[in-house]
């Protein structure tokens, strides 16, 4: 996997990223506690053949090691153009969830000569009081109890119909995987949990130039549908599309997001 140092609050961060495929940039930016490659992997067999693709590894991430401490929203927005300029793109679509898609605001505000087209799936403008109550639980558990965190999870990120559809294996199998994910990047989901507390992009949205697809899940119980709605009202240009999933859209319905963002990205070509 490709490094390339970014420079960031504290220092320099060894920023990994995932690079493949052919033709126009495409990036994507993973949410909290994933990796590029890990979150995005049926994203990336579809479009590969059309797209170059980079999924860069977010501080707290997968093979990204940055100095440690508090993360920003310029320093993620940073790790995003350094890995895309690093792989040789001089412009590029943008699709973000979650963390991803604040990020992806973010990129978008502040570098608008950059972005072609932004996709984002469950973003948010600024947390209110009840998600940061809820990441406050995430950032414990994080450290202290990743497979109560695992569980949880699987509770709130997956929509009630797909859970309905769920036997006791299902479950135990995606609690086991989630676990192990969470167990190896403890400290990593802990900070990324305490940025999604603090982030705030408000200033940012005014200024995205690029065609706009806010992707807005109507179970998500992490960051509710209305969030996504201030989103779409606050960014030029922006278009508002519910499915019927919940969070974790892109392990739940990945064929759906899939073809929502392949859509959006023939309409902009």
């Known amino acids: 996997m490709p490094i390339v140092d970014v420079p960031v609050t504290g220092g320099i961060s060894k920023a990994g990223y995932f690079v493949t495929g052919t033709g126009p940039g495409l990036v994507l930016v993973h949410g909290t506690g994933a990796s590029g490659q890990a979150n995005w992997g049926p994203l990336i067999e579809a479009l590969g053949d059309r797209y170059t693709i980079v999924a860069p590894d977010l501080p707290g991430s997968g093979d990204t090691r940055d100095p440690g401490g508090p993360i920003t929203i310029r320093d993620l927005v940073a790790h995003v153009v350094a890995a ?142 209305y969030h996504q709605q201030d989103l779409a009202d606050r960014i030029p240009q922006a278009t508002l599309l519910r499915v019927p999933a919940g969070h974790g859209l892109p392990a739940e319905n990945p064929a759906l997001l899939t073809a929502k963002v392949a859509e959006h990205l023939d309409q902009v070509r």
């Not at 989901?189 to 690029?210: G, K, S, Y």
């Open 84 to 225: 895309a300029r690093d792989a040789g793109l001089e412009d590029f679509h943008l699709v973000g969830h979650s963390l991803g898609a604040v990020v992806a605001t973010a990129t978008a505000g502040l570098h608008p000569d950059l972005v072609r087209s932004l996709t984002a799936h469950a973003g948010w403008v600024k947390a209110d009081p009840q998600m940061v109550f809820q990441f406050e639980l995430w950032k414990r558990l994080a450290l202290e109890d990743p497979a109560a965190m695992a569980r949880l999870l699987l509770l709130t990120a997956i929509g009630k119909e797909t859970l309905r559809t769920w036997g006791q294996a299902e479950f135990e199998q995606a609690a086991a995987a989630f676990t192990d994910l969470l167990d190896g990047a403890r400290a990593g989901v802990a900070r990324q949990a305490e940025a999604n507390m603090t982030i705030d992009v408000t200033e940012f949205l005014p200024h995205i130039a690029a065609p706009t697809l806010i992707i807005s899940s109507a179970d998500d119980r992490i960051v509710p549908p």
